[in-house]
């Protein structure tokens, strides 16, 4: 059996299909399994030893569609479910399986606050896709796999941080995902491990501005690193700190105890860090801290994220207690 599984974006998101492509992989016998996504989110997949071939989304979709017809295959399995999704496989034809978004629910919880999404993670739904298949979840949780040339070293970490220390994720898709400056600072100063902040490029400035608190304890790795050697460095520390972004789903993937900020959006969205077997009711990770104001009537605002607040205040984020970050991370430092 040739299958083609389709998800265009993002590296969180892809990460969270990753038992799909696992249990498929194991499953089935002699089946092949191509990955369709865009070209810049290769490296989420590129050592992973379940994808046997990658296709990715060009400008005109129509030629994308003309290069998948010549594959022949057996079944789609639609891990995005949107417009061009639904184009791609009226294109080629074949027996095709997709998840429920939940977009109804997630509007309800955006717009009225009114929570009827179920407590489990996204990738229940994004599994319920292969049921008809016969593939059943393995409860073994998302892969991550670093490419064998990736070969960091000591001499790339500070001696300071030898022992080990706090991955701090601080970069995300939205401003309105992203804890301020001011709060990692007093992350920070709270905290009494070494620090080690996990961005791009673009993160580098406020990476900068944080290990003002000390040059010492806080190494900006920001924009030094590309995707694979920083989820290297997230293999290696203790606990993960992260907002909600691809990153803190890299950190699951290796099974590392995370305390997880959310701001805009939330957990029961279902993109909470996931370990294969956890919930938000009835099974919670015990290495897991969920990080949220909860108390504040306009929590979640989106289901995305925004460029600032739309209500100006930024209350989700300014007013979490990073104390208690600091003593979870204490907490689960092993």
Same mark, same amino acid.
């Given at each position: @059996? ?14 969270? #299909? #990753? ?30 030893? $379940? ?167 806080? $190494? ?50 279902? @993109?909470?860090? $996931? ?31 925004? $460029? ?27």
């Amino acid at each position: @059996m040739k299958a083609l599984i389709i998800r265009f974006s993002s590296i969180g998101d892809i990460v969270l #299909t #990753t038992p799909v492509v696992r249990c498929l992989k194991q499953q089935k016998e002699n089946v092949r399994i191509h990955y369709l996504t865009k070209r810049v989110f290769k490296p989420v997949l590129e050592a992973n030893p $379940y994808v046997d071939a990658f296709h990715f989304l060009n400008d005109d979709l129509n030629e994308t569609i003309e290069e998948l017809r010549r594959e022949k295959f057996d079944v789609v399995i639609d891990l995005h479910k949107n417009i061009r999704t639904l184009k791609v496989k009226r294109g080629l034809n074949t027996e095709s399986y997709s998840f429920d978004k939940k977009n109804v629910e997630k509007w309800l919880l955006v717009n009225f606050k009114w929570n009827v999404m179920p407590a489990e993670s996204i990738v229940e739904r994004y599994m319920s896709a292969v049921k008809g298949l016969g593939v059943k979840n393995d409860g073994q949780g998302l892969d991550y796999f670093i490419p064998e040339n990736i070969q960091l070293s000591n001499s790339d970490v500070p001696m300071s941080h030898w022992a080990g220390y706090v991955a701090c994720v601080i970069g995300g898709s939205y401003n309105t995902k992203k804890l301020p400056v001011e709060k990692w600072k007093e992350f920070v100063e709270g905290v009494r491990f070494p620090v080690m902040l996990i961005g791009g490029p673009e993160d580098r400035e406020e990476g900068r501005e944080i290990a003002k608190v000390d040059g010492v304890k806080v $190494y900006n790795s920001c924009g030094k690193f590309d995707l694979n050697e920083s989820a290297w460095l997230i293999s290696k520390s203790r606990v993960v700190v992260s907002n909600d972004t691809g990153m803190m789903h890299v950190a699951a993937a290796f099974k590392k105890p995370i305390v997880s900020l959310w701001g805009n959006t939330a957990p029961e969205m279902g @993109m909470f860090p $996931y370990y294969g077997y956890n919930d938000l009711e009835k099974t919670l990770a015990p290495g897991l801290v969920l990080l949220e104001n909860k108390g504040l009537g306009c929590h979640p605002c989106s289901k995305l994220g925004y $460029y600032k607040c739309p209500r100006g205040h930024f209350k989700c984020m300014r007013e979490l207690d990073m104390k208690y970050a600091a003593s979870m991370v204490e907490k689960h430092w092993a």
